[in-house]
């Protein structure tokens, strides 16, 4: 089922592939950006991209004042001709000259992203789903959902050999969006509150309209399927996991989550929750049926029902994190800002295991997938004091340092400036809600507006 | 055992995700036999298929494929599979390990010893071709041969040890393979250039410049060259 429209697009692939090789063949080595545009990028790539001229925008206005991206695209709708309405783009492009260093890490490439990012983040560009950046040498894919950016592929080279296929696998990335955003809430080290994140976190989504699906990966602890008292779905976690063939969808597994209120409003979120033959098997006896990717392969099925995926990761790296790693676009890490441990093990998770995640993925993907992102840390539920936060400071940057020597590694992006990493207050109704089968978000304001303040700052635009 | 690869990992694998590859022939009697002696215990393979991973949940065997044939003949939904990495000299090696390929030894640097007992081994298979060849004949004159700078097995045709060209010489390709040094110019052994052709000595007669040789016979290139 799955060939059967790849077979459909060979044809026109191949034509396009033509055009684009010869388009890129013939540009000077040093084309300034107009002419890596209009020799290049509107002749051609936007044409095999399958966006018509009705439906790209040039020098598209992103926000109040001068603030423009080089091209938004979008497919019209019936009446709605995007050049015309202006209205909605779903892709914007970032172009450069051939000229400008676009290899990872260079200079050029990561104030490209950030150029990139502000335009994505902009009041008009509200609906974009996609970015690229290229200057016709490389090229990278760029999701957007919500507020969160993370890239769909890695930064590409492009050559005369592989134009045509890169561009078809970023068409067909665009044209097959997934709705979900797919959050792993992981600490290699334990007691951050994972658990409390993911369900408040649900809880709160909901209430601002989100789809939430919530995954209990934890099976040791059970601790969120417990804590919301959910019942077994049809079909067991572990059975699932264990079909190869596809028979049995991860959808026999869910359980839904329904919190009535006074006034007749309900609210609800599905659950996968652990079930006791994969809560006891041992590891070393889960790995004859479950690879790393068994989780993933049947997660995917998922993302075109729910707005967000919020994974359950138990602490340690083994199966059940790898796994859940390797499913998700995101990992958020809470952390404790008086638990040095868990600052350091945030650390290790961004600059070891999620490149480790990335390279996995990218080898079973011929290269064109990303991975797993990293999302900048948060302090978790406890108050902080001026001396503890100068402690933290300090703490903090002898981890970056750290990470900076051999093999260099930058967790700035991760370790904001201290006075800017975002706290969740701690708070003794959200800690006992586990007692009361009921995320605290839903029972108590003050616990609402904390969780809300989290979703906004990493999750809703 | 790393947790980002199943390689090493004993699985239990479904039959329908595995691909055969390049069975190798077993006779029907065999595997349904085998299949009827499977069928009377729990059905549990023992003795792993061993298998790589070419895609997620897509398995190809390297080795033990009778184990598959029997697999499929029992009536067996799953097998119990070890993953292997996917290069190719695991391929190579497992299936040798696993007795479906006969391994080569390099005849260009072999050891006297090794090549007796490769000979020996083909002479004792059931379908041989070499009855007759004398072991020790040909062993001898093999190991004493400058077989180094071979390029292929075609000179043993010429030492007079029973194994002729044809399907004799060509039995040996089983066993034997050739890791060719170039040949230096100033060779001097006349027993090494006599086993190639007139052409060939004539090339190394131009290349060390000498003249007058072009209407020579073999036995006279021989001994201009040898001097």
């Known amino acids: ?461 | 055992m790393s947790n980002l690869s199943d390689v090493g990992n004993l699985m239990y694998l479904d039959l329908e995700i595995i691909e055969p590859g390049n069975i190798t022939n077993n006779s029907e009697y065999l595997i349904n036999a085998t299949a009827k002696e499977l069928s009377n215990t729990d059905g549990r393979n023992w003795i792993p298929l061993i298998v790589k991973e070419v895609a997620e949940y897509r398995y190809q065997i390297i080795g033990n494929s009778f184990i598959y044939a029997v697999a499929e003949a029992a009536g067996l939904e799953k097998v119990w599979c070890i993953i292997a990495d996917d290069s190719e000299e695991t391929a190579k090696v497992t299936k040798i390990l696993a007795g479906e390929e006969i391994p080569k030894i390099n005849l260009s640097t072999a050891s006297r010893d090794e090549i007796k007992s490769a000979l020996e081994y083909l002479i004792e298979q059931p379908d041989t071709v070499l009855k007759g060849v004398k072991i020790p004949v040909a062993t001898n004159r093999i190991d004493e041969a400058p077989r180094r700078y071979w390029q292929d097995l075609k000179p043993i045709t010429k030492l007079k040890c029973g194994i002729t060209a044809g399907k004799k010489v060509k039995a040996l390709e089983k066993v034997f393979y050739l890791t060719p040094e170039s040949m230096p110019d100033d060779i001097k052994d006349p027993k090494f250039l006599n086993t190639l052709t007139t052409t060939e000595l004539r090339k190394i007669a131009k290349k060390r410049n000498l003249s007058g040789y072009s209407k020579f016979s073999k036995s006279k290139l021989v001994n201009l060259l040898s001097q």
């Open chain 1, 1 to 461: 089922m799955v060939q059967a429209p790849i077979k459909q697009d060979r044809i026109p692939y191949q034509d396009l592939s033509d055009s684009l090789i010869k388009a890129l063949k013939e540009l000077p080595e040093l084309a300034p950006e107009a002419i890596v545009d209009g020799n290049f990028i509107a002749t051609s790539f936007f044409e095999a991209l399958g966006f018509s001229l009705h439906e790209r925008i040039p020098q598209f206005k992103t926000g109040p004042g001068e603030q423009k991206v080089d091209y938004a695209l979008r497919h019209n709708i019936n009446e709605d001709i995007f050049l015309h309405t202006k209205a909605n783009p779903y892709v914007l492009v970032e172009l450069k000259a051939r000229g400008t260093n676009l290899t990872p890490e260079s200079p050029s490439y990561k104030s490209t992203v950030k150029q990139l990012k502000r335009s994505l983040l902009a009041p008009n560009c509200k609906t974009v789903q996609w970015g690229i950046i290229t200057n016709s040498k490389h090229i990278q894919l760029f999701r957007k959902h919500g507020k969160v950016i993370h890239p769909a592929t890695p930064c590409l080279e492009i050559t005369p050999d592989n134009v045509g296929e890169i561009t078809y696998r970023v068409r067909q990335k665009i044209e097959h969006t997934p709705k979900a955003l797919t959050v792993a809430v992981y600490n290699n080290k334990g007691g951050v509150g994972k658990t409390t994140t993911v369900i408040n976190l649900a809880a709160v989504l909901t209430r601002h309209k989100k789809k939430v699906l919530v995954v209990d990966f934890d099976p040791n602890q059970k601790d969120l399927t417990n804590s919301l008292g959910i019942k077994p779905g049809n079909q067991s976690l572990y059975d699932c996991l264990e079909d190869k063939k596809d028979i049995i969808s991860l959808r026999e597994v869910i359980s839904p989550y329904t919190r009535k209120f006074h006034g007749g409003i309900s609210l609800s979120f599905d659950v996968i929750p652990v079930d006791d033959k994969l809560a006891q098997a041992h590891e070393d006896n889960l790995r004859k049926d479950l690879s790393y990717y068994s989780f993933r392969k049947k997660l995917d099925s998922l993302k075109s029902d729910y707005d967000y995926i919020l994974i359950d990761a138990p602490p340690n790296w083994r199966l059940f994190s790898i796994s859940a790693v390797y499913a998700s676009d995101v990992v958020l890490i809470p952390t404790k800002h008086n638990n040095i441990f868990s600052l350091q093990n945030a650390a290790v998770t961004i600059q070891k295991y999620i490149p480790e995640i990335q390279e996995i993925r990218q080898k079973n993907t011929q290269g064109i997938e990303w991975g797993a992102t990293a999302l900048p840390i948060f302090f978790n539920g406890e108050r902080i004091t001026d001396a503890a936060k100068n402690r933290v400071k300090d703490a903090i940057a002898a981890i970056i340092t750290k990470a900076n020597q051999t093999p260099k590694f930058d967790l700035k992006p991760y370790f904001k400036p201290v006075d800017k990493i975002f706290e969740l207050p701690s708070n003794a109704h959200i800690a006992n809600a586990a007692f009361e089968k009921i995320p605290a978000a839903y029972k108590y304001q003050i616990a609402y507006s904390y969780y809300t303040e989290l979703a906004k700052e990493y999750f809703l635009q």
